[in-house]
């Protein structure tokens, strides 16, 4: 069970600014220069005893709370945390590796405190023995700074943790994140620590929020150590509040001309629901009138008939925004159907098989240099991982490894909007802004969903909003409605992407 960690004292709710970790270090480093010793890691020590204490108060007083004391600076601040809980009556212990102890600094002077405490450190098969009778873990065993995966006797220790189904707090970032990517760090030869929270310093990363991170971290909390201003952040964690404050207002005197006009093309043969569904998501997010052309003759649901059908030949006229790909196929006449739309000055989304006719080249027209060349901030393209691979021509794992680092590339070599869809979705444009979609629930790994998506993007270009804000927007909300139905739901199964629209259309409302 996660533990309720609201009103803990010494930490605030993750703001929307996200820091890189070089960021951070040189916001480090010069508070260091000024401040007295110690200070920094008396404040994090604190934090994260304000959390941990949290937790402890849920659960039986005896229960042991044990730092995995790492030779860092995270190791300093777990040991002090215990420390200080330790002062306040609970049951504090600490294991610390074989690996060379610091021989100076806080974290060397930390250790001689504890140790003239009259506390001493266990052995690792007490330290799983306390684990596997539910101990609280306060993870300090590696942080920001890791660069190789954990080997070792700290990886059998993570692994064997792991096992036990521990309760652990991070410090800063679960051992075996990489804090700016959220990848663990390694691939497939690394391991990470499991946490029910993380406790992080200074200011909120992009790596806990995105990728293999969300099933590690837990609950994010920010201690922002109180030190001074931060600079303009690196990126931004998108949220309800910056979502409620861009949707616009509805003036009583609108009319449906007033929200554009959306065609989605796609829907080959076989292929039509993906039409359909786009064209569903179009009507939740708010467009006034959605056609649909599919490439193989009329696209119809009779139990959506506010989706009209058009014919493929007119399917660029009079709309203000076009969704192509859903259901695209990827035949020559599909290609020639995409540069045709490339072409035009619609507004457009790329998704699927659109992305897919890209990254295979099957038409000339149709490619990155073919979307790059069309007027700034008309364009959007929402690969998954395997597709936003195949037009960096990069794997999956690869694209994996570096989400912020891969979508900015492909922002950059297409000069469009770039949503790389996924745990944490991340959102980038050519001009090198970035941004991780604080909102979505496993309830969306459902076929179909994406095409949901697509036409909601659409949606709020057609009713004026620029590319990036319109990408921005219609990922929070397509990732709310995924939410939404994990919290009556909390197996995240059961969804299918017909009920989505209408779970788009509620968290528009709600905000």
Known sequence: MR???TGCPGTVPASTALFTVATIRAIESDWLSHLPHGTLMERAARACAGVLERIAWQRPRATPLVALVGPGNNGGDALLAALMLRARGFNCQAWAGTATPPTGGEAQEVRQRWLASGAGFLDTEELLAHAHSGAILIDGLFGIGLRRELDGEYAALVRNLNDAGCTALGVDVPSGIDADTGAIVGGGKGVALHCVATVTMIGDKPGLHTGAALDYVGEVRVADLGSGELPPPDGILVGRGWVRQRLRARPVTSHKGSFGTVCVIGGASG???AALLAGRGAVAAGVGKVYVAGPDGPVF????????TRDTEDALNDVSAVAIGCGLGASHAAGVLLARALAAPTALVLDADALNIVASAVVPAASLAGI???????????PHPLEAGRLLGRSAAEIGADRIGAALALARRSGSVVV???????IAEPGGTWAVNGSGSPALASAGSGDVLAGAAAALLAQGYGALEAALLAVWLHGRAGDSWSERHVRHTGMSAAQLPALIAEAINEC
């Open 301 to 308: 649901d009779p139990g959506q008939p506010q989706l009209m």
């Open 372 to 382: 790059a060349a069309r007027a700034p901030d008309t364009t959007i393209l929402t």
């Open 271 to 273: 292929m039509s629901g």
């Open 420 to 426: 790389l869809k996924g745990a944490g979705s991340v």
């Open 3 to 5: 533990p309720d960690l």
